[in-house]
């Protein structure tokens, strides 16, 4: 007889005090396995702030469990022979011997398959539970979306708005519409965003302080800085962030949600983004205290709005495709792109201003908003004509909120339709005119937004002619990108193939742009 009755496997984006893991747990009976291995950090080449993260979020996780009298078995970086999670865990079952394994169900398709297969092999009875964090199950997600031939966010958001009560009169959604989106595009003009307050930070305690020490040496050659980490690595911290966030950016955060200006990496953004992906927060909690803003202090409803839909609509989503998506999405190529990521994408060294802004502070902090992932970076790749995987890989490594059933579906199937438009209507590709209106990123710039061709022409521009261009019977088709279809043919043939020209030769020296 086996002295472990369940050995409770928490993951490190799964630090949720109420977990469903945690069920019946019997402290007399049961531990809890913690586990870190470098060959997360190193199956994709991960920022350092991003491991650092984790690694201090987990250490902190362990002591609270610890605090509640529970015993840990707490896997440390380099402590034994293989830094591969799946092999450590083989080890640990070995060693405890227990009745069950009990885990919540895993962020990432290949870990929940690896993990079932170790369990069969072991013959040790898995115990996978729902992850309750989620306002939807997975099943409850697949259900929904069978009724459609391609799911959309928008029909999925009422549904959840309805489901759940939030920001509703009776069966009418609170101020007459469901979606306040159209207010939500404005850029700053001249003048620049002015005085924005700046987000709460979170100095490093001793355990994140040895933590980063031990990044640094450890992955000494991965990209990123930690110098400026000050992300919240607790609960407690996390609802100061929350708090932080409602009393003094959720006002604004609908009308400049899609604006870029350089220096302000944050802007009226939540940075909630990590703290929920470990779990620190719930999105439930998150979302009732932007509510509670709006019917208590009266905040406006396009701003509360646009944040809630975020997290009930696009968050929820998101991991729904995923989980009903993999593994296809994983492959998904709709235009049979091949190219290689330019090397800047991992330094910044460009000329383009603005990669190098979106690009300098992901690696400076790990982070750039929506927009600057989607409209920047994203649509580049896209327009580049990257192989999906090698930015997909990019994404996973650089963002300290990156988790997989999060950032693929938004990679492969926002920013780069590599699938061809299964929950999306059209591929979001812009010129640099776009980036102009939104952001200052042009001033200043080698490249000239308007310009199509010639020395000075905007690489995102030529290069969004030319994927016209090349997929004009596509956008022709699309009732949603006839008129870009309509612009390309007014342009003069000599017009046309001079964009081409220019077109190939930024294709074939990427990294000199
Ligand atoms: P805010 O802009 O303040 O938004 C509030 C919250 O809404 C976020 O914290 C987040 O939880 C949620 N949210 C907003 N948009 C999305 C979305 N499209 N999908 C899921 N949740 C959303 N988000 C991640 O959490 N991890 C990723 O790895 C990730 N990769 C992305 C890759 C690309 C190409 C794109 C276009 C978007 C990606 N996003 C990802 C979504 C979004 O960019 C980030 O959630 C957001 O920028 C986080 O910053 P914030 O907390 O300040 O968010
Ligand atoms: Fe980016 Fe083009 Fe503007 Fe330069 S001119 S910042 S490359 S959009």
Same mark, same amino acid.
């Given at each position: 007889?086996?002295?472990?009755?369940?050995?409770?496997?928490?993951?490190?984006?799964?630090?949720?005090?109420?977990?469903?893991?945690?069920?019946?747990?019997?402290?007399?009976?049961?531990?809890?396995?913690?586990?870190?291995?470098?060959?997360?950090?190193?199956?994709?080449?991960?920022?350092?702030?991003?491991?650092?993260?984790?690694?201090?979020?987990?250490?902190?996780?362990?002591?609270?469990?610890?605090?509640?009298?529970?015993?840990?078995?707490?896997?440390?970086?380099?402590?034994?022979?293989?830094?591969?999670?799946?092999?450590?865990?083989?080890?640990?079952?070995?060693?405890?011997?227990?009745?069950?394994?009990?885990?919540?169900?895993?962020?990432?398709? $290949?870990? %929940?398959?690896?993990? +079932?297969?170790?369990? #069969? &092999?072991?013959? @040790?009875?898995? !115990?996978?539970?729902?992850?309750?964090?989620?306002?939807?199950?997975?099943?409850?997600?697949?259900?929904?979306?069978?009724?459609?031939?391609?799911? $959309?966010? %928008?029909?999925?958001? +009422?549904?959840?708005? #309805? &489901?759940?009560? @939030?920001?509703? !009169?009776?069966?009418?959604?609170?101020?007459?519409?469901?979606?306040?989106?159209?207010?939500?595009?404005?850029?700053?003009?001249?003048?620049?965003?002015?005085?924005?307050?700046?987000?709460?930070?979170?100095?490093?305690?001793?355990?994140?302080?040895?933590?980063?020490?031990?990044?640094?040496?450890?992955?000494?050659?991965?990209?990123?800085?930690?110098?400026?980490?000050?992300?919240?690595?607790?609960?407690?911290?996390?609802?100061?962030?929350?708090?932080?966030?409602?009393?003094?950016?959720?006002?604004?955060?609908?009308?400049?949600?899609?604006?870029?200006?350089?220096?302000?990496?944050?802007?009226?953004?939540?940075?909630?983004?990590?703290?929920?992906?470990?779990?620190?927060?719930?999105?439930?909690?998150?979302?009732?205290?932007?509510?509670?803003?709006?019917?208590?202090?009266?905040?406006?409803?396009?701003?509360?709005?646009?944040?809630?839909?975020?997290?009930?609509?696009?968050?929820?989503?998101?991991?729904?495709?995923?989980?009903?998506?993999?593994?296809?999405?994983?492959?998904?190529?709709?235009?049979?792109?091949?190219?290689?990521?330019?090397?800047?994408?991992?330094?910044?060294?460009?000329?383009?201003?603005?990669?190098?802004?979106?690009?300098?502070?992901?690696?400076?902090?790990?982070?750039?908003?929506?927009?600057?992932?989607?409209?920047?970076?994203?649509?580049?790749?896209?327009?580049?004509?990257?192989?999906?995987?090698?930015?997909?890989?990019?994404?996973?490594?650089?963002?300290?909120?990156?988790?997989?059933?999060?950032?693929?579906?938004?990679?492969?199937?926002?920013?780069?339709?590599?699938?061809?438009?299964?929950?999306?209507?059209?591929?979001?590709?812009?010129?640099?005119?776009?980036?102009?209106?939104?952001?200052?990123?042009?001033?200043?710039?080698?490249?000239?937004?308007?310009?199509?061709?010639?020395?000075?022409?905007?690489?995102?521009?030529?290069?969004?002619?030319?994927?016209?261009?090349?997929?004009?019977?596509?956008?022709?088709?699309?009732?949603?990108?006839?008129?870009?279809?309509?612009?390309?043919?007014?342009?003069?043939?000599?017009?046309?193939?001079?964009?081409?020209?220019?077109?190939?030769?930024?294709?074939?020296?990427?990294?000199?742009?």
């Amino acid at each position: 007889m086996s002295e472990v009755r369940h050995l409770v496997l928490v993951l490190g984006d799964q630090l949720d005090h109420a977990s469903a893991a945690f069920d019946c747990f019997d402290p007399g009976r049961d531990r809890v396995l913690m586990i870190e291995a470098a060959g997360e950090s190193t199956h994709v080449w991960s920022h350092k702030a991003r491991t650092a993260l984790f690694l201090s979020a987990m250490r902190h996780f362990a002591d609270a469990l610890r605090g509640r009298g529970w015993t840990v078995d707490y896997r440390a970086l380099g402590d034994g022979d293989s830094e591969e999670l799946v092999d450590i865990l083989a080890a640990r079952l070995r060693r405890h011997a227990p009745c069950k394994l009990v885990l919540v169900e895993p962020g990432e398709w $290949r870990l %929940e398959r690896a993990i +079932r297969a170790l369990c #069969e &092999r072991e013959r @040790v009875a898995l !115990d996978l539970r729902d992850d309750l964090h989620f306002m939807i199950s997975r099943t409850g997600f697949a259900d929904w979306a069978k009724k459609y031939r391609q799911p $959309r966010m %928008e029909f999925f958001y +009422r549904m959840m708005r #309805e &489901r759940h009560g @939030v920001l509703m !009169d009776g069966d009418e959604p609170a101020g007459g519409r469901w979606n306040f989106d159209a207010d939500n595009r404005s850029g700053f003009g001249r003048k620049g965003p002015g005085l924005v307050p700046p987000p709460l930070r979170f100095e490093p305690d001793a355990i994140t302080r040895e933590v980063i020490a031990e990044v640094e040496v450890r992955f000494a050659d991965h990209p990123g800085s930690t110098a400026d980490f000050d992300w919240p690595v607790t609960r407690e911290q996390a609802l100061a962030a929350l708090a932080d966030f409602v009393s003094h950016r959720l006002e604004l955060f609908g009308h400049h949600q899609d604006a870029m200006w350089t220096g302000q990496p944050w802007l009226w953004h939540a940075r909630l983004s990590a703290a929920m992906n470990l779990k620190l927060l719930s999105p439930r909690e998150v979302v009732a205290a932007a509510v509670s803003a709006w019917r208590e202090r009266g905040l406006p409803l396009q701003s509360v709005e646009g944040f809630v839909r975020q997290v009930i609509g696009w968050r929820e989503f998101i991991r729904g495709m995923y989980w009903l998506d993999m593994p296809r999405m994983r492959d998904a190529n709709h235009y049979g792109h091949a190219r290689a990521l330019p090397r800047w994408y991992w330094t910044g060294d460009t000329g383009m201003n603005c990669m190098r802004a979106a690009i300098g502070q992901t690696l400076r902090h790990g982070y750039a908003h929506h927009i600057q992932r989607l409209m920047v970076t994203g649509q580049f790749a896209l327009l580049a004509e990257i192989a999906p995987q090698q930015v997909e890989d990019w994404y996973l490594a650089v963002y300290v909120d990156a988790v997989e059933w999060v950032e693929l579906p938004n990679v492969a199937g926002m920013a780069l339709y590599a699938d061809g438009g299964r929950f999306t209507s059209k591929p979001y590709v812009a010129s640099g005119a776009y980036i102009q209106r939104m952001s200052n990123y042009c001033d200043g710039c080698r490249y000239t937004p308007s310009a199509r061709s010639g020395e000075a022409a905007c690489p995102v521009t030529v290069l969004y002619w030319h994927f016209l261009d090349r997929h004009e019977a596509e956008f022709a088709a699309n009732p949603r990108t006839a008129l870009m279809a309509k612009n390309l043919q007014k342009l003069a043939p000599a017009e046309r193939t001079a964009i081409s020209e220019r077109a190939k030769q930024m294709l074939d020296g990427l990294d000199d742009l």
